[in-house]
């Protein structure tokens, strides 16, 4: 019998099947999962894999934290061409890879060799710092880490003017560990 390590209850959410969005549940520890057809599935351990070169991953914690795992996830929405060197492709609009907003806390955990690179002005990894409209900053707190047993990284990379974690273009992205 192999073990995958994560337990049974996991749903994995495959980014190749479509943009996904993560936002708090409605009891703590849950999360609402959306991907295509699938709108607000209550999800225990959210974890994310596989590749895409068009989809991306939205955390949203406007309605409370969100904690999920990103398993050998890799995003690539830069829009270049491989090996000719273009900058982003004039067809769609700039992405990020990963996007946090939102004033709660999200926790991402790394498991295996995960992959982000956005398009021109985004962050690979972005976290912009929202203003309420009263001109005070809303920002909740990132964290990254790898504290199971499953050995994870992160290499991010923004577009031209983006940061690789942080904010994009003329932005910042604080509370960010």
């Known amino acids: 019998?192999?073990?995958?390590?994560?337990?049974?209850?996991?749903?994995?959410?495959?980014?190749?099947?479509?943009?996904?969005?993560?936002?708090?549940g409605d009891a703590e520890g849950k999360n609402k999962v959306s991907q295509g057809e699938k709108e607000n599935v209550e999800d225990t351990d959210t974890v994310i894999t596989g590749k895409s070169k068009e989809h991306t991953v939205t955390i949203d914690t406007s309605k409370g934290n969100v904690d999920v795992t990103f398993d050998d996830?890799?995003?690539d929405v830069s829009g270049k061409k491989e090996?000719?060197?273009?900058?982003d492709g004039?067809?769609?609009?700039?992405?990020?890879?990963?996007?946090v907003q939102g004033g709660g806390d999200a926790t991402i955990e790394l498991d295996g060799d995960n992959k982000?690179?956005?398009?021109?002005?985004?962050?690979?990894?972005?976290?912009?710092?929202?203003?309420s409209e009263d001109g005070e900053t809303i920002s909740g707190k990132l964290t990254i880490k790898d504290d199971n047993d499953t050995k994870g990284s992160l290499t991010a990379e923004g577009g031209e003017g983006g940061a690789g974690i942080g904010g994009g273009k003329e932005s910042t992205g604080s509370n960010i560990t």
Do not use: F, H
């Open 1 to 24: 019998v192999v073990s995958s390590g994560i337990p049974a209850y996991a749903i994995q959410w495959n980014i190749a099947d479509g943009d996904i969005t993560v936002k708090a």
């Open 73 to 75: 996830l890799k995003i």
């Open 83 to 87: 090996g000719d060197g273009s900058g």
């Open 90 to 99: 004039p067809a769609r609009e700039s992405k990020a890879a990963v996007t």
């Open 116 to 131: 982000l690179k956005s398009g021109s002005c985004k962050a690979g990894l972005e976290k912009d710092d929202e203003m």
